[in-house]
Structure formats: structure tokens, C-alpha cells
Nanobody, 122 residues
Framework: QVHLVESGGAAVQAGGSLRLSCTASGDAFGGHCMGWFRQAPGKEREEVAFIDSSGNTRYVDSVKGRFTISEDTAKKTLYLQMNNLKPEDTARYYC????????????????WGRGTQVTVSS
């Protein structure tokens, strides 16, 4: 069992930056796919970024070059550095963990946090 808690969400102006954190407790952290997802009001949840057990990363096109996913296995923490934020980035951001180590875009994410709200004003 993995328990995930996100933090770092806030209200910022366009062009600003935020760093989201996701702290894990419970079973081993690392060696699994970890991902950030987001959901805006009235929209479906979408993937934002993934990191696999080798540290390879993948991003949705809309955040490439602006967001960076990383993890600190010693601290059992997943991060999402978000730069040059845009109003369309406004959403609730969730971190999630899968049982699989690779193919992070296709695996099932079994464990989810409750999310942290990011609001970007123009």
C-alpha cells in the first residue's frame, strides 16, 4: 500500500512558477512508474508527466519545456517544477503511483493522492 500526499499548489499569475511535491509513505518508493495528472473543472483528467524506474521522463505536449518531473527516492518525494505557468494550467494536480516500472503512459495507476489546486490568473 502506498499513501500519497501532494502539496505546493497555489494561486499565481501567468508566467510564474510553482513546485509541487508528492510525499509517499507505506511500501517502497522508487522502482515504479510515478506520474502527475491534472483535472480542470468540467474536463476529464489528463496526464501531465511521468517518470519511470530508470528516471526516464515523458510529458504531455502542452507542458514540454515548461514542466519538469523529478523524484528523490531517499525522501520518497516526487516533484513537479512548473515554470512559465499559463491560465490553461489551472487545475487540480494529482500524483499517482503504478505497480509497473516502465511504459508509464500505458500502465494502470493504482495509488492516488487527493490533489493540490493550482490556479493561474492572466
Amino acid at each position: 500500500q502506498v499513501h500519497l500526499v501532494e502539496s505546493g499548489g497555489a494561486a499565481v499569475q501567468a508566467g510564474g512558477s510553482l513546485r509541487l511535491s508528492c510525499t509517499a509513505s507505506g511500501d517502497a518508493f522508487g522502482g515504479h512508474c510515478m506520474g502527475w495528472f491534472r483535472q480542470a473543472p468540467g474536463k476529464e483528467r489528463e496526464e501531465v508527466a511521468f517518470i519511470d524506474s530508470s528516471g526516464n521522463t515523458r510529458y504531455v505536449d502542452s507542458v514540454k519545456g515548461r514542466f519538469t518531473i523529478s523524484e528523490d527516492t531517499a525522501k520518497k518525494t516526487l516533484y513537479l517544477q512548473m515554470n512559465n505557468l499559463k491560465p490553461e494550467d489551472t487545475a487540480r494536480y494529482y500524483c499517482a503511483a503504478a505497480d509497473a516500472p516502465f511504459r508509464c503512459a500505458t500502465v494502470t495507476y493504482k495509488f492516488w493522492g487527493r490533489g493540490t489546486q493550482v490556479t493561474v490568473s492572466s
